[in-house]
Nanobody, 122 residues
Framework: QVRMVESGGGLVQPGDSLRLSCTHS????????IGWFRQAPGKPREGVSS????????YYADSVKGRFTISRDNAKNTVYLQMNSLKPEDTAVYYC???????????????WGKGTLVAVSS
């Protein structure tokens, strides 16, 4: 079982920035996607962003394109989500997640973190 621990959430004002981190234990396979889902109150979980372990290709939901950037530090087994120009609608619990292969949908997630809360409010 891969252990994944998120950090970096908090309460910020609209327009502010935050950087989330997900530190994980070592994967036993070489091909997987790792990234972030989020769940706002009363809404279904949404795939926000992911990055491929093999190609480095990235995915962003339309709602965050141009504002969020995903990156990884393989030496530290850590994935980051830089979130800029935050909006109130970005308020959610953000979950680190990983899927084997190249899929990126909620039912296909193989490993979940416990989540970190991001609240954007004035």
């Amino acid at each position: 079982q891969v252990r994944m621990v998120e950090s970096g959430g908090g309460l910020v004002q609209p327009g502010d920035s935050l950087r989330l981190s997900c530190t994980h234990s070592k994967f036993t396979v070489d091909w997987y996607r790792i990234g972030w889902f989020r769940q706002a109150p009363g809404k279904p979980r949404e795939g926000v962003s992911s990055i491929s372990s093999s190609s480095g290709s990235t995915y962003y939901a339309d709602s965050v394109k141009g504002r969020f950037t995903i990156s990884r530090d393989n030496a530290k087994n850590t994935v980051y989500l830089q979130m800029n120009s935050l909006k109130p609608e970005d308020t959610a619990v953000y979950y680190c997640a990983a899927t084997y292969g190249d899929s990126w949908y909620e039912d296909g997630v193989d490993h979940w973190g416990k989540g970190t809360l991001v609240a954007v409010s004035s």
